[in-house]
T-cell receptor
């Protein structure tokens, strides 16, 4: 059975801190790994990673995938209160039709 | 504005009373999917559709039906809802192709009493 595990479950930091969120996976047919940010409503897409070792960056957020060790990290530098959310990691299967999600990491950034 | 629209956003109902949650997207996406989100279990896929008239089961399809008669709409049907279907439901869609991210609706919170 495909499995995606995120850690930590939750995290409280102060503005300006740097955080690293982890996602490990065990899937039979891996295509790509995706990160989403979920505030109060819909998950919003952050990154899609398909190749190992290539960092994807968007402002203060960056992510990288290690297909040998089967994990990904999401880094957020200089955190702001607006970064407070649940961050979801998901793995897309080879056929491109099924996403398996991890349980999420709840990040709270205090002023 | 490109979006995935779900209705209703909130519903409280009783066991056994058939209900339908609608999902519509205006992006001409071929792929659509339904998820439920429960505390500690994350998002789990219920059904998905690769195109019109093509639907397949996800990880947790029991107790649900879907249909895809038109590209833009993908309703989720609970023929006889039960309390264990109380959850937050999300519809998502994406373009065809293996590297297209899914875009999610705002969610529907269902409470089955």
């Amino acid at each position: 059975e495909d499995k995606v595990v995120q850690s930590p479950l939750s995290l409280v930091v102060h503005e300006g801190d740097t955080v690293t969120l982890n996602c490990s996976y065990e899937v039979t047919n891996f295509r790509s790994l995706l990160w989403y940010k979920q505030e109060k409503k819909a998950p919003t897409f952050l990154f899609m990673l398909t190749s190992s070792g290539i960092e994807k960056k968007s402002g203060r957020l960056s992510s990288i995938l290690d297909k040998k060790e089967l994990f990904s990290i999401l880094n957020i530098t200089a955190t702001q209160t607006g970064d407070s959310a649940v961050y979801l990691c998901a793995v897309l299967n080879n056929a491109g039709n099924m996403l398996t999600f991890g349980g999420g990491t709840r990040l709270m950034v205090k002023p | 504005e490109a979006q995935v629209t779900q209705n209703p956003r909130y519903l409280i109902t009783v066991t056994g009373k058939k209900l339908t949650v609608t999902c519509s997207q205006n992006m001409n996406h071929e792929y659509m999917s339904w998820y439920r989100q429960d505390p500690g279990l994350g998002l789990r896929q219920i059904y998905y559709s690769m195109n019109v008239e093509v639907t397949d089961k996800g990880d947790v399809p029991e107790g649900y039906k879907v249909s895809r008669k038109e590209k833009r709409n993908f309703p989720l049907i609970l023929e006889s809802p039960s309390p264990n279907q109380t959850s937050l439901y999300f519809c998502a869609s994406s373009l065809p192709g293996l590297n297209q991210p899914q875009h999610f609706g705002d969610g529907t919170r269902l409470s089955i009493l």
